[in-house]
């Protein structure tokens, strides 16, 4: 079994920055891609950012693309999402998941959410 527990969210302004963080801890000899998630009120749950077993690869949402960087240390078990620029479009619940690869996902272990909240 895998445990994910996600941290730093908050409230920011419009225009500011924001570190997420995700530790992995639990069964994790199968290492996997890892994703993070956001969810707005009323919206359905989405894929802002991927990013393979290595690191070396990563992919974003459209709404995101240059402003939030996914990154990765295997070595501290510890997943990152750098959000910069931030809008109030951005505000919502961020989930991190992990699972299979970055080629065929597989959401198999979720944490339980951060909530950021950007005030315009």
């Known amino acids: 079994q895998v445990q994910l527990k996600e941290s730093g969210g908050g409230l920011v302004q419009a225009g500011d920055s924001l570190r997420l963080s995700c530790a992995v801890s639990g069964r994790t000899s199968g290492w996997f891609a890892m994703y993070w998630f956001r969810q707005a009120p009323g919206k359905e749950r989405e894929r802002v950012a991927a990013i393979s077993r290595s690191g070396g690869s990563t992919t974003y949402a459209d709404s995101v693309k240059g402003r939030f960087t996914i990154s990765r240390d295997n070595a501290k078990m510890m997943l990152y999402l750098q959000m910069n620029s931030l809008k109030s479009d951005d505000t919502a619940v961020y989930f991190c998941?992990?699972?299979?690869?970055?080629?065929?996902?597989?959401?198999?272990?979720w944490g339980q959410g951060t909530q950021v909240t950007v005030s315009s």
């Open positions: 998941a992990a699972g299979g690869a970055l080629g065929s996902p597989a959401y198999t272990y």
